[in-house]
């Protein structure tokens, strides 16, 4: 073997320690782990970052809530509306075309003003009209009976003649046919008079009833028709405008079948209405309802206001509670509280707040706490107002602009 070949197969033997050495079998599985073990982590890091925002969660809410210095008489709550037990839609008998309007929305009026006019001057002609038919008729019989007084007075004249035996009886005939002929003539002038003076009253009531009066006394809720404006007809189309007796005003209010014999009729109640959260009137269970409704398994009950109802308005939504007893007056005077469930307080970054929920979406309120309220709750000083739903049992995961679906679980 030449030398030359010699040298080149021992150099190719040679370990070239400087080269890298080949990947282990322990390396070749253990990276590919990592990189997934990293994958995963930042996943579930995202997944629990974006779950609140993205994702609903099911949470059980419950609601900020006035209660008052009665609440401990109260025996049950229900919820119902303003109802004006005498109300009155004024239309026309008959069909016509407005020619005035005396009233405006929100006018007080009393029972039978004027409200309205409607277009009359045709009614007026035929009275005009049916007037001179009368004086005709009466002047027909002013006329039959100076006829007849006249043959009247022949009659006698001619009965003393052939009673003396001066003249025959026939011409007597003729006279006494003649007085019966005018006499029925004054009885038909009579009954015409009579007819024409009945068409007279019959134009005069049309004319009376183109005059719209109020049949009760009460206040304007609606807009008034305008003048020009075609009322009455069949159906009464076109009303004139609806009359409410604001001193008929109660609260009709459904109460659970269940719960009516906590329901004293003449008992006291507390009437809160949602337009006025922060007042509380005095009222009185007036009238029972005499049918169940099936499908919601309650009961109507009237309550009548004690005092008058100021600034109450119809068909306004009201909370009434049935008391054991009567509110006292200082009892009226005392604010109502504001209180939510102490579990729904919770703390984040050193400061009070709850979570309450707008379109299936939390936002957080800082809150300022009172004294606690009936052992399972706490006045709120500041914070969120009354019926703002809020999360009931907040989790240290619950966050600011959370989406969420509501439980009642």
């Known amino acids: 073997m030449p030398p030359d070949q010699l040298s080149s197969d021992l150099a190719s033997l040679r370990i070239d320690r400087d080269a890298p050495s080949p990947p282990s079998g322990a390396k070749r599985i253990l990276v590919p782990i990592v990189v997934i073990a990293v994958i995963g982590a930042a996943g579930w890091f995202g997944y629990t970052k974006l779950e609140g925002v993205v994702l609903k969660q099911e949470m059980k809410t419950t609601e900020v809530a006035l209660i008052s210095p009665s609440q401990a008489e109260v025996q049950v709550t229900a919820t119902g509306y303003v109802i004006p037990q005498r109300t009155s839609k004024i239309g ?42 009368v004086g005709v008729a009466n002047a027909r019989i002013a006329t039959a009976r100076a006829n007849l007084a006249e043959v009247t007075q022949q009659v006698e004249r001619e009965k003393a003649l052939v009673a003396s035996g001066a003249v025959g009886k026939a011409n007597l005939d003729n006279l006494v046919a003649r007085e019966k002929a005018l006499q029925e003539f004054v009885k038909s002038a009579q009954a015409e008079t009579s007819a024409a003076q009945a068409e007279v009253g019959t134009f005069g009531v ?11 006394s009460g206040r304007v809720v609606t807009k008034p028709a305008t ?60 009238e029972l309802g005499q049918r169940v409704n099936r499908a919601k398994a309650t009961v109507v009950v009237k309550v009548k206001f004690t005092d008058p109802p100021v600034n109450v308005l119809p068909e306004m939504s009201a909370r009434v509670s049935f008391l054991s007893k009567a509110i006292t007056d200082d009892a009226l005077k005392e604010a109502p509280k504001r209180v939510v469930a102490a579990d729904a307080v919770v703390d ?62």
């Open 206 to 216: 049309g004319l009376k009833d183109r005059t719209i009066t109020t049949p009760i």
């Open 92 to 133: 026309s008998k008959i069909p016509g075309r407005l020619s005035k309007v005396f009233i405006n929305e929100g006018d007080t009026v009393k029972e039978g003003d004027v409200v309205a006019q409607l277009e009359d001057d045709d009614q007026r002609s035929m009275i005009v009209a049916a007037s001179s038919r």
């Open 348 to 409: 984040r970054g050193g400061q009070k707040v709850v979570f309450g929920v707008e379109s299936g979406k939390l936002r957080q309120f800082p809150v300022k706490v009172g004294p606690p309220v009936g052992g399972s709750a706490v006045e709120l000083l500041d914070g969120p107002a009354p019926g703002t739903k809020v999360v009931a049992k907040p989790t240290p995961d619950t966050t600011d602009g959370q989406r969420i679906k509501e439980s009642d679980k």
């Open 227 to 286: 003048v020009g404006e075609f009322v009455g007809g069949i159906g009464n189309v076109g009303l004139i405008a609806e009359i409410v007796d604001f001193n008929s005003l109660m609260v009709e209010t459904d109460v659970p079948e269940t719960r009516l014999h906590l329901v004293k009729i003449g008992g006291p109640v507390e009437i809160v209405l949602d337009a006025y959260p922060n007042k509380r009137y005095r009222g009185v269970a007036q």
